[in-house]
């Protein structure tokens, strides 16, 4: 007759089992998490670099993701679990907060660039291309593909990337707006066309007889946004 004790080495592989797909199930959580923390990590990388900001992850933040990431040193599972809620929650908040920062900053500088590429396609004193590759990162923040590369296997090498990628758009915004508004130094228009580059508009109610004049003879006229106030 088969006794309760028959069955207990079933048991216990079972509860093996069961630990261990719990142990790998958590170190899987965290995995995407310490995903989640990087690629935020990179984006404030880009946005500093691109946007000339001062973005940063909250410590407190970090230092959940490294408590987590030492339970995992200590094999200490119970820890890892405990932890796991406060630091999806801390890193989501991270997240969520840079890439709204972001936002702001994207829809500021993409302004401009839209301004500067349709004048440029009139008088032609930058690179088209290089622009619009700045227009399109503005538009869908397609920073991923230039900075997640197969050279690029550890964060260090990545945080570098990021940085020069962003270094680089920075030099397209930089130069173009130099050579876009050289363009017009010394002529009636040069302090509307100063504006377009770097305020986005002028008040209507700003401007001389003259100005209005020259802006209506102007290849600007249509890339410039002007206010009633």
Not at 18 to 34: K, N, T, V
Not at 53 to 79: G, I, P, Y
Not at 87 to 103: A, F, G
Not at 155 to 174: G, L, Q
């Amino acid at each position: 007759m088969s006794s309760k004790r028959d069955f207990s080495p079933i048991q216990s592989d079972l509860e093996q089992v069961y630990e261990q797909y719990q142990q790998q199930h958590l170190y899987e959580e965290l995995d995407d998490i310490a995903d989640q923390m990087e690629e935020t990590l990179l984006q404030c990388v880009i946005a500093n670099n691109l946007f000339e900001r001062s973005l940063s992850v909250n410590q407190k933040a970090k230092d959940t993701v490294e408590a987590a990431q030492a339970a995992v040193q200590n094999d200490d599972v119970h820890r890892l679990e405990d932890l796991l809620p406060e630091v999806e929650t801390r890193v989501d908040e991270e997240e969520t907060r840079i890439n709204n920062e972001i936002q702001e900053s994207r829809i500021e500088m993409h302004e401009t660039v839209r301004a500067m590429r349709g004048l440029n396609e009139e008088i032609q004193v930058y690179n088209q291309g290089r622009l619009r590759g700045l227009e399109t990162l503005l538009d869908d923040w397609s920073w991923k593909q230039h900075v997640y590369t197969e050279e690029n296997n550890s964060y260090e090498e990545r945080y570098n990337e990021a940085e020069e990628f962003a270094t680089d758009m920075r030099s397209v915004f930089d130069d173009a707006k130099q050579a876009i508004g050289g363009e017009f130094t010394g002529q009636e228009i040069e302090s509307l066309v100063d504006n377009l580059l770097n305020e986005g508009g002028v008040s209507f109610t700003e401007l001389s007889p003259e100005q209005i004049q020259a802006l209506a003879d102007s290849e600007i006229s249509s890339y410039l946004h002007l206010s009633l106030g």
